[in-house]
């Protein structure tokens, strides 16, 4: 596995790829409406292009090393837009940590989520911070094996739709 910085030639890849995965988790939840608002806001080439040219973002992404192309990819934010419900001083914000559904269990999210901590140390983070959808425990249990814990519980908007998210933080 190779994990690389994203550049803007990666937009539509990365867009598909977050599209996808999005999708394949979460479609069933919302109404066709909702979700090609969200999808367009969050995932379309210009989104996404916009992202990986704002300095306050950073994306990796993982690479199959025998060239089948984007496998995952992990987004950061800061300042993180949840440090209010911390008292963290230099919170990062895991934003997003996606793999192709096809190759989950893999080891994908797990070398995402490493180069994340890292990253965080060296940007001298003292926490990172993420918003996990409240009915999804397979990914509550990803992020409690790195020592994440429930700190608040917050909204997230899909459309019109409000879903209930739990607001992780690992201290670092």
């Given at each position: 596995m190779i994990l690389r910085p994203a550049s803007l030639a990666d937009a539509e890849n990365l867009a598909r790829l977050g599209r996808d995965s999005f999708c394949h988790a979460f479609e069933h939840l919302y109404r066709k409406d909702d979700l090609s608002v969200f999808l367009e806001e969050a995932y379309s080439v210009e989104a996404v292009k916009a992202a990986i040219g704002d300095p306050a973002f950073t994306h990796r992404l993982a690479e199959d090393e025998h060239g089948s192309g984007l496998t995952g990819f992990i987004k950061v934010k800061r300042p993180s837009p949840y440090a209010e419900h911390s008292d963290a001083s230099q919170p990062l914000c895991?934003?997003?940590?996606?793999?192709?559904?096809?190759?989950?269990?893999?080891?994908?999210?797990?070398?995402?989520?490493?180069?994340?901590?890292?990253?965080?140390?060296?940007q001298a983070?003292?926490?990172?911070?993420?918003?996990?959808?409240s009915d999804n425990p397979g990914a509550q249990r990803f992020y409690q094996r790195y020592g994440f814990g429930k700190i608040a519980d917050i909204d997230f908007w899909v459309g019109q739709q409000r879903d209930h998210e739990f607001l992780y933080e690992l201290r670092i």
């Open positions: 895991l934003g997003q940590l996606y793999t192709d559904p096809a190759r989950t269990g893999e080891g994908i999210g797990a070398a995402l989520m490493e180069w994340c901590l890292a990253f965080a140390g060296q983070c003292d926490a990172v911070q993420l918003s996990v959808y």
